[in-house]
Nanobody, 114 residues
Framework: VQLVESGGGLVQPGGSLRLSCEASGFTFSRYRMSWYRQAPGKERELVALITSSGGTTNYADSVKGRFTISRVNAKNTVSLQMNSLKPEDTAVYYC????????WGQGTLVTVSE
C-alpha cells in the first residue's frame, strides 16, 4: 500500500489550496478514505472522510463549509479542497486508508500565514 500526498504549501489567510493523494497497492474503490492533520504540539485529528463510492462525506466541525473532500476512483485519487484558510489550519496533512491496519502517507505541509 502506498499513499502519496501533494499540494501543500504556504498560503495567506483567506486563501485556498487543493491537496491530492494518489493511492496504490490496494483496490481503491472498495475503501473509505480520510484526511487527517497534525499541528505542531498537537495530536493528529480527523479532518474529513469519504466513503468508497463517494456518496457520503463527513467533516470536522472546524472545517465544515470550508473544506471539501472528493475522490476519483478511476484515478485512485482522493482530494481535499481547502478554502477560506485560517492560521489554525496550519499543519501537516495526511491521507489515510484502513485495511487490516491503518496506512498513512508521508504528509504534506500546509502553512497559513501572512
Amino acid at each position: 500500500v502506498q499513499l502519496v500526498e501533494s499540494g501543500g504549501g504556504l498560503v495567506q489567510p483567506g486563501g485556498s489550496l487543493r491537496l491530492s493523494c494518489e493511492a496504490s497497492g490496494f483496490t481503491f474503490s472498495r475503501y473509505r478514505m480520510s484526511w487527517y492533520r497534525q499541528a505542531p504540539g498537537k495530536e493528529r485529528e480527523l479532518v474529513a472522510l469519504i466513503t468508497s463510492s463517494g456518496g457520503t462525506t463527513n467533516y470536522a466541525d472546524s472545517v465544515k463549509g470550508r473544506f471539501t473532500i472528493s475522490r476519483v476512483n478511476a484515478k485512485n485519487t482522493v482530494s481535499l479542497q481547502m478554502n477560506s484558510l485560517k492560521p489554525e489550519d496550519t499543519a501537516v496533512y495526511y491521507c489515510m486508508v484502513e485495511l487490516s491496519i491503518r496506512y498513512w502517507g508521508q504528509g504534506t505541509l500546509v502553512t497559513v500565514s501572512e
